[in-house]
């Protein structure tokens, strides 16, 4: 498959899917990676990993639809089937999901539905949750809201700070991140209104899962 990777900053997760590519575990291709900033430390990997990237910036367009637009049209060039968001720091119109139907997904530092939206884990922390975790969905213009396809949790300690905590759900986004697109890949994703369903035996739940691969 023809991997579109969008990108907003430091690009840790597009690293997990880099090196689970190299390592064989993955057998797409990355073809195109989209910053919206320039100077960012995702730049840096693409240029390490000789990986195809451009920079398209919201505020080089008179409107959110022309930038979009742009976007879609880069990717659609490159051949992209599933465009992933890791870290992208934007909301995605219809205007751009239309041109990939159930095709975009995304990576959020917490158990949709809770703590949609920015600093989910500065929200856990000062909700007092003690279970929090990170998903992969696919995007629909619900913001961070569309179908689950895999979670993984964490506990939350008492020591926790914000930082410490997200250290803690980012070493799992990188792993149901990249075993996610295998999913897709492998053509074992389907979904039902808001169900997915992973064919094969799996449910894309970590740490409950004993079957899960580990990315
Ligand atoms: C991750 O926590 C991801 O869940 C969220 O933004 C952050 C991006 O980190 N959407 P990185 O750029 O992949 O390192």
């Given at each position: ?39 960012v430390q995702a730049i840096e990997r693409c240029k390490r ?167």
């Amino acid at each position: 498959m023809n991997l579109g990777v969008l990108v907003s900053g430091r690009g840790s997760n597009l690293q997990a899917i880099v090196d689970a590519v190299e390592g064989g575990k993955l057998k797409d291709r990355i073809s195109l990676v989209v910053s919206d900033k320039e100077g960012v430390q995702a730049i840096e990997r693409c240029k390490r990993h000789g990986l195809p990237y451009m920079v398209i910036k919201r505020k080089d367009f008179l409107s959110k639809e022309e930038f979009e637009l742009a976007i879609v049209k880069e990717l659609k060039r490159a051949g992209v089937e599933l465009v992933v968001l890791a870290g992208f720091m934007r909301i995605l119109s219809s205007t751009f999901l239309n041109a990939f139907p159930m095709k975009v997904i995304n990576i959020h530092p917490s158990l949709t539905p809770a703590f949609q939206g920015l600093n989910a884990q500065r929200q856990a922390i000062e909700y007092g949750v003690r279970i929090a975790g990170c998903t992969v969905h696919f995007v629909t213009e619900e913001l961070d809201g569309g179908p689950v396809i895999a979670q993984a949790c964490v506990p939350v300690l008492p020591e926790d700070t914000e930082e410490s905590l997200s250290h803690r759900i980012l070493s799992y986004e990188h792993r149901i991140l990249p075993q996610v697109i295998s999913w897709i890949s492998q053509g074992r994703v389907k979904v039902d209104g808001r169900k997915v369903i992973v064919e094969g035996g799996e449910y894309g739940s970590i740490p409950f899962n004993p079957n899960l691969e580990d990315f």
